[in-house]
């Protein structure tokens, strides 16, 4: 009987990958394969022995570009749509192991300094919000200079940490550069509110939408110099809408009633005079209320819903009320990029690596990355593409062996979502039909192991 292994799709995403001996291409893909199927493992009880040794001489060269491949295969997918959302977001990964070599200084207690790296992410989404793959990736271990709060205005922008943002930028001007016809919005929080970052030159297609950090900045608008705040008290909205504000810590998914308002303002050029000042809208959405009582957190260890209020800076055109509701869906997909650097820690626990060197982990966590970017993409799968074949997204006998164990017939991607979440633990109501990462991830890897055992039983006995 011929079985269809799913992991597969790691050999498609790493097909053609540039390595320093080919004998390492069928290992990498293994290597990838096991990390997928025992998600959650530690490195060396996931790949095994000889997977364990080869990664660790492969995982020693350095500037190993492991997603660049990947990133062709997110190319790919993008290019029929005809609206491409970059989100971006960084994570701190703290190791407390104190053996680690090259680690950075991410913060301190009264005890003792906290170690680690930094990674920032930008994920390439449909405007559907579903995750077409990773774009840009950047890991690396922060210096002291780089979390300092003063005098940062003496540091060049390439010493920053803010660079990262400028990094994303030159990355999709050069993916997008044969590709114009598309529009590319980068979508960034506060941390990217600066001038350089809105200053950089860019391509025509390619948007910027940003949250404001700094309300104190003097903007001009019509004819006077004024703080963003001031301007913000002098607008009138345009009208009312709905945004749905993504699952939080703590926080379940809800929809929030908000007023939308918009105007033009022009940003003069801060630290770096010769630059030329930039024309940008300044968007504000407001929930105007506190949240009805049904979408109030109340459970005991979860957080109020706090109303939303997002002041944005965009190139995009809103000037009517239809453009601002569509910016407003654009940012409030920001959050995937954080349910992305969530999943990492939380479901393939990469805070838990046992690798020593700074150069291999890098590498590995570059993998890590990629099994991350699938099991989003799976998540997010039952609001994109729920209503379609699940036969079109999963492979036959993973789809007979999740129906052998629920006892139910499985015909879409949401049916069988919500059949694999639910050995996870999930169990779906009104307000949450559809799963999250943690129980979809937990669930995944019991219907792995039990589709092994399904088809050892049709090798041995015919039935399943």
Same mark, same amino acid.
């Given at each position: 009987?011929?079985?269809?292994?799913?992991?597969?799709?790691?050999?498609?995403?790493?097909?053609?990958?540039? !390595?320093?001996?080919?004998?390492?291409?069928?290992?990498?893909?293994?290597?990838? %394969?096991?990390?997928?199927?025992?998600? *959650?493992?530690?490195?060396?009880?996931?790949?095994?022995?000889?997977?364990?040794?080869?990664?660790?001489?492969?995982?020693?060269?350095?500037?190993?570009?492991?997603?660049?491949?990947?990133?062709?295969?997110?190319?790919?997918?993008?290019?029929?749509?005809?609206?491409?959302?970059?989100? $971006?977001?960084?994570?701190?990964?703290?190791?407390?192991?104190?053996?680690?070599?090259?680690?950075? %200084?991410?913060?301190?207690? +009264?005890?003792?300094?906290?170690?680690?790296?930094?990674?920032?992410?930008?994920?390439?989404? /449909?405007?559907?919000?579903?995750?077409?793959?990773?774009?840009?990736?950047?890991?690396?271990?922060?210096?002291?200079?780089?979390?300092?709060?003063?005098?940062?205005?003496?540091?060049?922008? $390439? &010493?920053? $940490?803010?660079? +990262?943002?400028?990094?994303?930028?030159?990355?999709?001007?050069?993916?997008?550069?044969?590709?114009?016809?598309?529009?590319?919005?980068?979508?960034?929080?506060? $941390?990217?509110?600066?001038?350089?970052?809105?200053?950089?030159?860019?391509? &025509?297609?390619?948007?910027?939408?940003?949250?404001?950090?700094?309300?104190?900045?003097?903007?001009?608008?019509?004819?006077?110099?004024?703080?963003?705040?001031?301007? !913000?008290?002098?607008?009138?909205?345009?009208?009312?809408?709905?945004?749905?504000?993504?699952?939080?810590?703590?926080?379940?998914?809800?929809?929030?009633?908000?007023?939308?308002?918009?105007?033009?303002?022009?940003?003069?050029?801060?630290?770096?005079?010769?630059?030329?000042?930039?024309?940008?809208? =300044? #968007?504000?959405?407001?929930?105007?209320?506190?949240?009805?009582?049904?979408?109030?957190?109340? %459970?005991?260890?979860?957080? +109020?819903?706090?109303?939303?209020?997002?002041?944005?800076?965009? &190139? =995009?055109?809103?000037? /009517?009320?239809?453009? #601002?509701?569509? @910016?407003? /869906?654009?940012?409030?997909?920001?959050?995937?990029?954080?349910?992305?650097?969530? @999943?990492?820690?939380?479901?393939?626990?990469?805070?838990?690596?046992?690798?020593? /060197?700074? #150069?291999?982990?890098?590498?590995? =966590?570059?993998?890590?990355?990629?099994?991350?970017?699938?099991?989003?993409?799976?998540?997010?799968?039952?609001?994109?593409?729920?209503?379609?074949?699940?036969?079109?997204?999963?492979?036959?006998?993973? !789809?007979?062996?999740?129906?052998?164990?629920?006892?139910?017939?499985?015909?879409?991607?949401? &049916?069988? =979502? #919500?059949?694999?979440?639910?050995? *996870?633990?999930?169990?779906?109501?009104?307000?949450?039909?559809?799963?999250?990462?943690?129980?979809?991830?937990?669930?995944?890897?019991? !219907?792995?192991?039990?589709?092994?055992?399904?088809?050892?039983?049709?090798?041995?006995?015919?039935?399943?």
């Amino acid at each position: 009987m011929e079985t269809d292994h799913p992991t597969k799709w790691i050999a498609e995403e790493l097909q053609g990958i540039t !390595l320093p001996d080919k004998r390492f291409s069928a290992n990498i893909i293994s290597i990838a %394969e096991r990390l997928a199927e025992y998600s *959650g493992f530690s490195f060396s009880a996931a790949c095994g022995e000889r997977l364990r040794k080869s990664a660790w001489r492969l995982f020693s060269t350095e500037e190993l570009e492991l997603l660049s491949v990947h990133q062709h295969r997110t190319m790919d997918r993008c290019a029929s749509e005809q609206i491409i959302l970059i989100v $971006e977001d960084t994570t701190d990964i703290v190791y407390r192991q104190q053996q680690k070599q090259g680690m950075g %200084e991410l913060g301190s207690t +009264k005890s003792k300094a906290i170690k680690g790296l930094n990674m920032h992410t930008a994920l390439a989404l /449909s405007d559907a919000g579903e995750p077409l793959g990773i774009i840009h990736q950047q890991i690396w271990a922060p210096k002291v200079h780089q979390r300092a709060t003063t005098n940062t205005s003496k540091i060049a922008i $390439e &010493d920053k $940490e803010t660079i +990262k943002w400028i990094n994303t930028l030159k990355t999709v001007n050069r993916c997008w550069q044969q590709q114009q016809q598309q529009q590319v919005v980068l979508i960034s929080d506060r $941390e990217a509110d600066f001038f350089e970052h809105y200053g950089q030159p860019r391509q &025509d297609n390619i948007k910027l939408l940003v949250r404001v950090q700094q309300k104190k900045r003097i903007v001009q608008y019509k004819d006077k110099k004024l703080s963003i705040a001031q301007v !913000l008290k002098q607008l009138t909205p345009l009208g009312q809408g709905q945004v749905r504000v993504w699952r939080r810590p703590n926080q379940p998914e809800r929809i929030a009633q908000v007023h939308y308002y918009a105007t033009t303002i022009t940003l003069p050029p801060t630290y770096k005079q010769k630059l030329a000042a930039r024309t940008m809208q =300044l #968007v504000w959405i407001k929930e105007e209320q506190e949240p009805p009582p049904e979408q109030q957190v109340v %459970e005991e260890n979860k957080k +109020k819903a706090e109303p939303i209020e997002w002041v944005l800076l965009t &190139d =995009l055109a809103a000037d /009517s009320l239809q453009e #601002v509701v569509t @910016i407003g /869906s654009y940012y409030a997909c920001r959050w995937t990029a954080e349910r992305f650097h969530y @999943i990492l820690k939380s479901g393939l626990h990469i805070e838990q690596v046992q690798i020593d /060197s700074y #150069v291999r982990l890098v590498n590995a =966590l570059q993998l890590y990355a990629l099994i991350g970017w699938h099991l989003l993409w799976l998540q997010r799968l039952a609001k994109a593409n729920g209503d379609q074949a699940a036969s079109e997204f999963i492979e036959s006998q993973t !789809l007979e062996a999740a129906q052998a164990v629920s006892g139910k017939q499985i015909s879409t991607v949401k &049916d069988f =979502l #919500v059949v694999t979440a639910v050995l *996870g633990g999930f169990i779906p109501t009104r307000k949450q039909p559809l799963p999250g990462e943690k129980t979809l991830w937990l669930g995944l890897r019991q !219907l792995l192991a039990i589709r092994k055992g399904f088809i050892a039983a049709k090798l041995k006995y015919g039935t399943g």
